[in-house]
């Protein structure tokens, strides 16, 4: 049977959703922007992202939330990860109490330290919170739009939601894995746009790919040092939302996170290519929050310090790298 489906944010992963599940279901997509609303209802696109892409009769598109919500069995998140808790707090009152929530978000909240599934906890009412699937892994937007392949991992604490939404999504080119680690998928995802910026960086110095593998590595490692201070299975980061989504990120051209690193490398200033973007770079803001986090945790992360201090113009490129390679010797397992 077909699932009624709410798509909130009219961003390129919510667009890119939206085409998906519009395979089988009817799907209504919520824009911020009455006018981006009212766009794709008329002209079947959306004019500012993937707008190459016609957009199935199946999707109508809405400024307003309440309409967005009602009726929905399932509703999709996929605002920016600084406008989770103000969207989601308001959706709550308007969801259904039996709907399940997939949240696409990649970000810890810099103000809290909590993981996008942290926030939600915080703002929804407590009959969701089982209902919560965290939705991570190597998925480019563009590519699932266009029907690439693509393989992505839905993580909940109770698997039979986390199930649910798997046969709901899962077609020929997107396949779909479930598990319970909650925590680790979250940490994956949010971590690796930092290392994407370290290695970004590197590559814009033109640093060699030795050391963009070595980066990569050792970027996994801090990810999953502090994912298991937080409680998570060391073997998630291994998976799909660990090291898949960490590859895709750091080596793709598609990579904003990479791109941001790519252009501090090459000499420009962060809030120039900021100001050049029309879409967001998660891992600014979660490398700031990530740092804090680890501070409060006790937990040793050199790469993501050094890229807040680069972000910060506290040193540049070519010494924050250089700060990296004469650190303390020690074992690879430290």
């Given at each position: 049977?077909?699932?009624?489906?709410?798509?909130?944010?009219?961003?390129?992963?919510?667009?890119?959703?939206?085409?998906?599940?519009?395979?089988?279901?009817?799907?209504?997509?919520?824009?911020?922007?009455?006018?981006?609303?009212?766009?794709?209802?008329?002209?079947?696109?959306?004019?500012?992202?993937?707008?190459?892409?016609?957009?199935?009769?199946?999707?109508?598109?809405?400024?307003?939330?309440?309409?967005?919500?009602?009726?929905?069995?399932?509703?999709?998140?996929?605002?920016?990860?600084?406008?989770?808790?103000?969207?989601?707090?308001?959706?709550?009152?308007?969801?259904?109490?039996?709907?399940?929530?997939?949240?696409?978000?990649?970000?810890?909240?810099?103000?809290?330290?909590?993981?996008?599934?942290?926030?939600?906890?915080?703002?929804?009412?407590?009959?969701?919170h089982p209902r919560i699937v965290?939705?991570?892994?190597?998925?480019?937007?563009?590519?699932?739009?266009?029907?690439?392949?693509?393989?992505?991992?839905?993580?909940?604490?109770?698997?039979?939601?986390?199930?649910?939404?798997?046969?709901?999504?899962?077609?020929?080119?997107?396949?779909?894995?479930?598990?319970?680690?909650?925590?680790?998928?979250?940490?994956?995802?949010?971590?690796?746009?930092?290392?994407?910026?370290?290695?970004?960086?590197?590559?814009?110095?033109?640093?060699?790919?030795?050391?963009?593998?070595?980066?990569?590595?050792?970027?996994?490692?801090?990810?999953?040092?502090l994912g298991q201070a937080l409680?998570?299975?060391?073997?998630?980061?291994?998976?799909?939302?660990?090291?898949?989504?960490?590859?895709?990120?750091?080596?793709?051209?598609?990579?904003?996170?990479?791109?941001?690193?790519?252009?501090?490398?090459?000499?420009?200033?962060?809030?120039?290519?900021?100001?050049?973007?029309?879409?967001?770079?998660?891992?600014?803001?979660?490398?700031?929050?990530?740092?804090?986090l680890a501070t409060r945790l006790?937990?040793?992360?050199?790469?993501?310090?050094?890229?807040?201090?680069?972000?910060?113009?506290?040193?540049?490129?070519?010494?924050?790298?250089?700060?990296?390679?004469?650190?303390?010797?020690?074992?690879?397992?430290?």
């Amino acid at each position: 049977m077909p699932t009624p489906v709410a798509v909130l944010g009219a961003g390129s992963f919510g667009t890119c959703l939206a085409v998906l599940a519009a395979r089988d279901h009817d799907v209504t997509i919520w824009a911020r922007d009455p006018e981006t609303a009212e766009s794709i209802e008329r002209e079947r696109r959306n004019p500012r992202y993937l707008s190459d892409i016609e957009l199935p009769a199946n999707i109508k598109a809405t400024a307003d939330l309440s309409q967005a919500l009602s009726g929905q069995e399932m509703v999709i998140c996929a605002v920016p990860s600084h406008g989770v808790r103000d969207v989601m707090e308001r959706a709550g009152r308007l969801m259904d109490p039996n709907a399940i929530l997939v949240s696409t978000v990649k970000g810890i909240e810099i103000e809290t330290g909590l993981t996008m599934h942290g926030v939600l906890e915080e703002v929804l009412p407590e009959s969701l919170h089982p209902r919560i699937v965290c939705l991570s892994g190597p998925s480019f937007a563009r590519e699932v739009a266009e029907h690439k392949p693509t393989a992505v991992t839905l993580a909940c604490r109770e698997e039979s939601y986390a199930i649910a939404v798997q046969t709901a999504l899962s077609c020929p080119w997107f396949r779909c894995y479930t598990h319970d680690d909650v925590v680790g998928t979250e940490i994956g995802g949010a971590l690796k746009n930092v290392v994407a910026i370290a290695v970004g960086i590197c590559d814009g110095l033109d640093a060699g790919m030795n050391a963009r593998a070595g980066l990569m590595t050792r970027g996994l490692r801090e990810i999953t040092r502090l994912g298991q201070a937080l409680g998570a299975n060391p073997l998630t980061f291994l998976g799909l939302s660990g090291m898949g989504d960490l590859i895709l990120t750091c080596t793709g051209d598609l990579s904003r996170n990479r791109n941001v690193g790519l252009e501090i490398g090459r000499g420009r200033r962060l809030d120039e290519i900021m100001g050049g973007m029309s879409q967001v770079a998660e891992g600014v803001r979660t490398t700031f929050a990530v740092c804090d986090l680890a501070t409060r945790l006790g937990v040793d992360m050199p790469i993501a310090f050094g890229v807040r201090q680069i972000l910060l113009g506290e040193v540049d490129p070519k010494a924050g790298g250089m700060a990296l390679m004469t650190r303390q010797l020690r074992s690879e397992y430290e």
